[in-house]
């Protein structure tokens, strides 16, 4: 898994450096293992930034009518920037891909000040598209526990062992906070059996690590997913794996979630990740702190997490509406 994303990482590389100026594409080279070797992005982020500034610097080149060299950037108006976004806009990009989008090139552009290269003001003068903020939207505990069991598949024309091992997954991401990658890049060493230990060391974005707990029935579902899986789980290999043997892709996981939602009568906002918010806000309502919160679900900055705050006081505004005589 890690192979194929740093694959894709210097391919995205590889086609950004084809399509600039010289001077631009040395700077880009020594930019991209900035981010790679101080910033310890993960190839899969370098991918992503790498394919924004290529897509910028290739509209900015149609709205220039030539190919950007340092000095050309360097000399870019307000307008010249807007214009881009413009184009992109057209072509139906939602605000929060733009802000990413925006939010690559003026991570170069500070490279570019930080090596004297120039510097790129008018990429800090335009405002990012404003993006709507949206509250997450968590499963009920009933809900996530019934995905989370293989016996909702039961029907389903598919071996034993892979309905074990999607129950596993989505054990972990709603019993421990996982997000999906990180569900799926754990080793079979990463996971203690039952009774010997109760913790997982997690490597969430940015190669950060953090020790989350593990609940009983997480473990067991773990184990018994482990016991009927035809493939041999060494420890240094990928824990959870697909039908013919390789790492699991989360599209298997997504597809999986997308029919229990079908049987189980969910709306389309329950996905894998949605599991991570009702882990989040199930904790919060049962008394938990935000602090604590942060530190499970690998949050860098505690505002990130304030948003759970919201999430449960608006449930508690809708159980005071439905319950109490005088809320109608």
């Known amino acids: 898994m890690a192979a194929s994303d740093a694959q894709k990482a210097a391919r995205a590389e590889r086609a950004l450096l084809a ?7 040395a700077a880009l080279t020594a930019w991209l293992a900035r981010l790679g070797h101080e910033r310890r992005l993960s190839p899969k982020t370098r991918e992503a930034y790498a394919r924004d500034v290529a897509t910028f610097l290739g509209l900015l080149a149609r709205h220039l009518g030539r ?10 108006h ?8 413009a184009a992109r806009r057209a072509e139906g990009i939602e605000p929060r891909t733009q802000m990413r989008f925006l939010a690559a090139a003026r991570s170069f552009g500070r490279h570019m000040e930080r090596e004297g290269l120039g510097k790129v003001g008018a990429l800090t003068a335009v405002r990012a598209p404003r993006i709507p ?15 989370a069991d293989p016996a909702t598949r039961a029907g389903e024309d598919r071996e034993p062992w892979v309905l074990a091992r999607d129950a596993a997954v989505i054990a972990l991401l709603y019993g421990s906070g996982l997000r999906i990658s990180e569900a799926l890049g754990l080793m079979r ?12 060391i997690v490597h969430g974005k940015g190669n950060k690590t953090r020790m989350v707990p593990v609940l009983k029935a997480v473990l067991e579902a773990v184990e018994a997913y482990a016991r009927a899986c035809p493939h041999e789980l060494e420890p240094a290999s990928p824990l959870f794996r697909g039908v013919k043997g390789g790492p699991l892709s989360p599209r298997i996981v997504q597809q999986a979630v997308e029919r229990m939602r079908g049987s189980l009568g969910l ?3 329950a996905t894998p990740h949605a599991l991570r918010h009702s882990f989040a806000t199930h904790l919060l309502s049962r008394g ?9 679900l690998g949050h860098a900055s505690l505002s990130t997490t304030q948003i759970y705050a919201a999430v449960d006081s608006v449930a508690l505004m809708a159980a005071w509406k439905a319950a109490h005589p005088r809320a109608r």
Request: cysteine-free.
């Open 189 to 200: 060493r990463d996971m203690p059996e039952p009774g010997r230990g109760d913790q997982i």
């Open 78 to 85: 307000p307008r010249d920037v807007r214009a881009v976004i």
């Open 288 to 296: 938990s702190d935000l602090r604590s919160i942060q530190e499970l």
């Open 67 to 76: 190919v950007p060299d340092l000095r050309a950037l360097a000399d870019m």
């Open 267 to 269: 709306p389309d906002s």
């Open 133 to 147: 903020r949206t509250l997450p939207r968590p499963l009920s505990p009933a809900d996530a526990r019934a995905m």
């Open 19 to 25: 399509g600039a100026a010289p001077d631009v594409g």
